[in-house]
């Protein structure tokens, strides 16, 4: 499939809208039971580490599910693969709301990662076939707002449910939101019969190893691994360590780090000024470079603010790498878009996973400190990579 001249009517701009609110759903849905874990323990009687399965069972739904809906959004038609999985996602937040046992809400949850998991590649790969490559990434990075939006409601929007209605009302919200969408997702598409029109009918693994041939492709998927790994390896350990460096509460270091979302939405909001002003290129090299900066400052901040100054720069760098690389990945299969981009969200995931997994090892031996240090080394590395494809004209 080529790419196509972006799409300069009304209607497009609502269409993006519309999936950047699926992300913000998805994004909600993985993030809601986070502050809940307390309650859910309370609830069914159970230690606050098992509580947490509740958070892993649709983490891992997510991740395994990512391969499955690319092939299907190629074959089937990607706005309408999205809107009936976003409808899908409804029954596993009512069931969570529903369950009357912990089994019960770790298997809805489960249902709610695995469907959940086709809305932001998806919505990134009909992008990808709707709007030019001149404009891509900053339109790229409009619908991201709606993914950040998401990661700190969802921390915001399980506390407050929690403490004041009771949990089950948080996951009642999230179903009404996905029914919502979901239903004006079907509008849009019954008005407009174009966006769910299928693609060709090539099977899932044949896609996928047409995908893995190309070059460009394995080296995106690759650069984004890495970055995975280094950014949330560390991440995933920065507020315990302002908590024992600068004795804040578990709550407020956790508000310190949540800035990084507020760094990133500083990049979405004004996308177009960051993309004209330097460039994907230099997006690349100067997100990873305050990336590093970022966490060295954090080691050596003699004061929590500064800490938490650097927890919002590490998001401003993050999606500027980040989204260099999304761009470059709905570009590097045009034929089977779908396919690539699940593949580029399925490496994402891993690597988040691999980085958390690897960075327990090294905090219990060199500490939380070491860690960041380590963290910053490659990262400038990646950047100079990812410019590196792009100079040479590779594609994507």
């Known amino acids: 499939m080529s790419d196509r001249p972006d799409l300069p009517t009304s209607a497009a701009g609502a269409d993006l809208l519309l999936l950047s609110c699926a992300a913000f759903a998805s994004a909600l849905a993985l993030r809601l039971c986070d502050p809940m874990l307390p309650a859910l323990a309370a609830e069914f009687q159970i230690s606050l580490g098992r509580a947490a399965l509740v958070v892993t069972a649709a983490g891992v739904a997510y991740g395994c ?7 299907l959004g190629d074959r089937h038609g990607k706005f309408r693969v999205l809107a009936w999985a976003c409808l899908a996602s409804t029954i596993g937040a009512a069931g969570s709301a529903l369950s009357d046992s912990f089994a019960t809400l770790a298997l809805a949850r489960v249902c709610t990662g695995a469907t959940t998991a086709a809305l932001i590649p998806l919505s990134m ?15 790229l990075a409009r619908f991201l707002s709606g993914q950040v939006i998401g990661l700190l409601s969802g921390q915001v ?24 969408v979901g239903l004006l997702l079907l509008r849009a598409m019954a008005r407009r019969p174009h966006l769910g029109r299928s693609g060709e009918s090539a099977g899932g693994r044949s896609r996928l190893r047409a995908v893995l041939a190309l070059p460009a492709a394995r080296f995106v998927v690759t650069a984004v691994y890495f970055e995975a790994v280094a950014v949330f390896g560390a991440l995933a350990f920065a507020p315990a360590f302002l908590h024992h460096r600068f004795g804040l509460s578990l ?7 949540g800035t990084f979302g507020l760094g990133g939405l500083s990049y979405t909001l004004l996308a177009p000024w960051w993309v004209r002003r330097l460039g994907p290129r230099r997006l690349a090299q100067s997100g990873s470079l305050l990336l590093a900066l970022a966490f060295v400052t954090l080691v050596v901040a003699p004061v929590w603010p500064l800490g938490m100054a650097a927890c919002a720069l590490a998001g401003l760098g993050f999606y500027q790498l980040h989204n260099t690389l999304q761009t470059l990945a709905t570009q590097m299969a045009p034929a089977a ?60």
């Open 251 to 257: 709550f407020h270091s956790g508000l310190a780090v």
């Open 65 to 71: 599910c990512q391969l499955l809906f690319g092939p």
């Open 157 to 180: 929007l399980g506390g407050f449910f929690a403490d004041h209605f009771g949990w089950r009302w948080g996951f009642a919200v999230l179903a009404a939101i996905y029914l919502a």
């Open 125 to 139: 790969a009909w992008i990808g076939d709707n709007v030019g490559v001149r404009e891509r990434q900053a339109t």
């Open 337 to 396: 878009r779908g396919t690539a981009v699940s593949l580029f969200a399925s490496f994402f995931f891993i690597g988040q996973a691999s980085g958390a997994a690897l960075s327990g090892v090294l905090v219990d031996h060199v500490g939380a400190a070491a860690l960041f240090w380590l963290a910053a080394l490659p990262l400038p590395l990646v950047g100079a990579a990812v410019a590196r494809h792009l100079r040479t004209g590779s594609p994507g």
